[in-house]
T-cell receptor
């Protein structure tokens, strides 16, 4: 158990819909990262938050948005869903002490868009 | 971020030592080398991290030559449960927009 909690574990929805994925980082971790993993694309970095502020953006679509709340949990919002958005979405956290690159990943949220 | 190159796949048998090499020719002075392991439908898990020479922990060793343009993850006496994808990442830890490549799929057979 990494200490990172993601909900829901599985989600099935239709094209055009909107979903929200939730992540609770490990206790004390200030940085939260979101990754998307699909069969043909590997693990793609989407976005990073540190203590409530956006720190870095990767290959995140404009239809996707995220935020980190004062209690440090984070949400990834996916809208106008397309079939190609079907993937595993991972959240990871780390303490961001500057001396380690270790990320702790959650078990992921599997999104299926029909 | 330094680009990394790893073999797409490797095969081994139980009890053997497995060495997975990662090339990172444009590694920067502040970059560390980190390896992760991922099982199907699970999040990646940290294995080991190093900067130079050799690092060893309870599950693996990491060998880094003096020029740091490559690194080798060594898994001693693999078992079936070591079948997974192994990712090599290079970057400065404090700027962790860590980019995972396609990784190396290790298949361990009986």
């Amino acid at each position: 158990d990494s200490g990172v909690t993601q909900t829901p574990k599985h989600l099935i929805t239709a094209t055009g819909q909107r979903v929200t994925l939730r992540c609770s980082p490990r206790s004390g971790d200030l940085s939260v990262y979101w990754y998307q993993q699909s069969l043909d694309q590997g693990l793609q970095f989407l976005i990073q938050y540190y203590n409530g502020e956006e720190r870095a953006k990767g290959n995140i679509l404009e239809r996707f948005s995220a935020q980190q709340f004062p209690d440090l949990h984070s949400e990834l919002n996916l809208s106008s869903l397309e079939l190609g958005d079907s993937a595993l979405y991972f959240c990871a956290s780390r303490r961001a002490d500057g001396n380690t690159g270790e990320l702790f990943f959650g078990e992921g949220s599997r999104l299926t868009v029909l | 971020l330094a680009k990394t190159t790893q073999p797409i796949s490797m095969d081994s048998y139980e009890g053997q030592e497995v060495n997975i090499t990662c090339s990172h020719n444009n590694i920067a002075t502040n970059d560390y080398i980190t390896w992760y392991q991922q099982f199907p439908s699970q999040g990646p898990r940290f294995i080991i991290q190093g900067y130079k020479t050799k690092v060893t922990n309870e599950v693996a060793s990491l060998f880094i030559p003096a020029d740091r343009k490559s690194s080798t993850l060594s898994l001693p006496r693999v078992s079936l449960s070591d079948t997974a994808v192994y990712y090599c990442l290079v970057g400065a830890p404090q700027y962790s927009t860590l980019t995972f490549g396609k990784g190396t799929m290790l298949l361990v057979s009986p």
